[in-house]
C-alpha cells in the first residue's frame, strides 16, 4: 500500500462483539464492533474501502450494514455521508444479513477498511484528491457465544 | 520580554483517551492536577457533536471549567479539504469550514485556532473579518517538515503581512526544530532489530544534507533494513530535524505567532532527546510573544514499544518540569 497510517492504541475489531442479531423472533444475520486505527474521528465519506470476510469467506457487498449514530448504512451509500462523522471513541457496528446467522464458536473476521486522510496529501503528489491511507483493516479469531 | 503560559493539549491524552482509561472530564482533571489552567482541544478527536459545538457539550466543558479551573484556550481544526469523495474541497467550502471552526471555537471560549496549510495563504486572508468579528486568531500550524523559512511559510508571511490583520498568523510546533534523530526513530528502530552502522549512515545523510531520492538509493544498495528504511522516510518527513534549529526564522514570523505546540515526545534528564528546548524557548522569551505554549506528547506508543515505562500524565509532568526550570533560568538572567 506504500506509505499509510495505523494508529492502533485498542483493538479494531472489538473482542466480545461478535454475536447474531435478530429481527422479529428470527436471526436476521451477525454483528461485530469496529473501532478506527487512527487518533482522530472521519467523516464517513472518506471511506475508500470496506468490505467483510467470514472465515475466509468473502460477504457480498450487499449483505452488508454499516451501521452509526442510530443510522443503518448500504456500503454504496457511505461515500455521500460527508456531514456524518465517525467519534474516534465510539465504535461502528457492522452487521451482515446471514438469516440463521452464525454457529457458535470461534470465527475468522475479517475486515478490509481503507479511508483517505483528507488533511494529508500523498507526499510529492501533485495530483489533485491524493491523500496517506488510514489502514483500518483487521483480521481476528472471535468467539460468538 | 514575553508573556509565557503554559498549558497541555489534551492530545496528550490520546493512549489513555481511546482505550477509554480517561474520559474527557478525566483529560480536564489530569491539566488541573498537572498544574495549568488552560487546555487545547482537538475538535476531531474529543468533541462527540463534530463537526458542531453542541450545547449540551458546551454545558460539559462549563461544568468541568468550574469544577477544576481549567479552560479550553485553543481549538485544534483539521482542514479536511478531502473530505468528499469525488472531489477536493473548493476555496470557498473551506473557507466555510473555517468559518465554522471560528464559530466553535468563539462557542467554547478558545481565542486561538491551529489551522493546516490546505487553508491557503489567500483562504487565511479571506477568513481574517471572521477571526475579527469573533476575536478569534487563526494560525497556520507548522509542522516537521515545514519549518518557518520553508517556501510554504514565507508564502503565508507575505500574505498576513500585506493583509495587516493581527488576528491570522502561525501555530509553530517545537517538533519543527528538532536537532536530532526521534527517539523512535533512533531507539525504537535498534531495539526492533534495525542495524545500529545502517542507522547512523541513515542519520549522517540527512546531515550532511542528501536528498531524499539520493540517501534513499545509497541506503538501498547498502541493503538497509526494513526498520532503518522507515526510520530514514520519518527522518526526511514528519519527524525530520536540521543541524541548526530555524530560530532565525522564528523570530522573523514572531508578530504573527500567538500560540505554539509544545511537542515532545520524551524528556529524559531534563532534556528533550530531539528538541533543543533551552535555545528554543530563549527564543520565544525574548520576543513580544504573549499566550501559551500547550504541551504536545506525542509518544503514545513508545510505552507499548518499551522505550519508556510510564503514561502520558508522567511524560507532560516531566516536559512541564523541564519548561519551568527553562523559562526560570531565563529570568534570573
Known sequence: MGLQMRIVLRDILRKKSLKNYYLRGQVEGFQFEVFLANYRGHFLSTMEQLAVSIDDQPVPKKDILFCLNGKEFIVDDLKNQSNEFWNIAVPATIKVRKPGGLEKGTHKVGLTLVLRNPYLPKPGSSEPHSYIPINSSDEQFLELG | ?333
Do not use: W
Open chain 2, 1 to 333: 520580554m514575553a508573556d509565557i503560559k503554559l498549558g497541555i493539549t489534551l492530545y496528550s491524552f490520546t493512549y489513555e483517551y481511546l482505550t477509554g482509561q480517561y474520559s474527557l472530564e478525566d483529560c480536564v482533571r489530569k491539566c488541573a492536577e498537572l498544574g495549568v489552567d488552560g487546555y487545547e482541544i482537538v475538535a476531531t478527536q474529543m468533541v462527540p457533536s463534530y463537526p458542531y459545538v453542541s450545547d449540551e457539550f458546551l454545558a460539559k466543558v462549563l461544568e468541568f471549567e468550574y469544577k477544576y479551573g481549567v479552560r479550553p484556550v485553543s481549538y485544534g481544526a483539521n482542514t479536511d479539504r478531502g473530505k468528499l469523495f469525488e472531489r477536493d474541497l473548493n476555496d470557498s467550502e473551506l473557507v466555510n469550514d473555517t468559518i465554522r471552526d471560528i464559530q466553535n471555537a468563539h462557542k467554547l471560549g478558545c481565542k486561538v485556532i491551529r489551522a493546516q496549510y490546505l487553508l491557503s495563504p489567500e483562504n487565511l486572508v479571506a477568513i481574517a473579518p471572521y477571526a475579527e468579528e469573533y476575536d478569534v486568531k487563526v494560525g497556520i500550524e507548522i509542522h516537521n517538515p515545514e519549518t518557518p523559512s520553508t517556501p510554504v511559510m514565507e508564502r503565508y508571511l507575505e500574505a498576513i503581512e500585506k493583509s495587516g490583520s493581527k488576528h491570522i498568523g502561525f501555530v509553530p510546533d517545537l517538533g519543527c526544530f528538532a536537532t536530532k534523530p526521534n527517539i523512535k526513530n533512533y531507539e525504537g528502530a535498534l531495539k526492533k532489530g534495525a542495524n545500529q552502522e545502517m542507522l547512523d549512515y541513515a542519520v549522517n545523510l540527512k546531515r550532511q544534507g542528501v536528498s531524499r531520492g539520493e540517501a534513499e538509493q545509497l541506503l538501498k544498495d547498502a541493503g538497509a533494513d526494513p526498520f532503518v528504511m522507515s526510520a530514514f522516510y520519518d527522518m526526511y518527513g514528519y519527524l525530520t530535524f536540521h543541524n541548526e534549529p530555524d530560530l532565525e526564522g522564528l523570530k522573523r514570523i514572531m508578530p504573527y505567532v500567538f500560540h505554539f505546540h509544545g511537542k515532545f515526545h520524551c524528556v529524559r534528564d531534563g532534556e528533550e532527546t530531539a528538541i533543543p528546548y533551552p535555545e528554543v524557548l530563549a527564543a520565544i522569551y525574548d520576543s513580544d510573544f504573549s499566550g501559551y505554549i500547550v504541551s504536545e506528547y506525542e509518544g503514545h506508543s513508545l510505552r507499548a514499544d518499551g522505550l519508556i515505562d510510564y503514561g502520558a500524565v508522567e511524560a507532560v509532568r516531566r516536559h512541564l518540569e523541564m519548561e519551568n526550570r527553562i523559562l526560570a533560568e531565563l529570568e534570573k538572567k
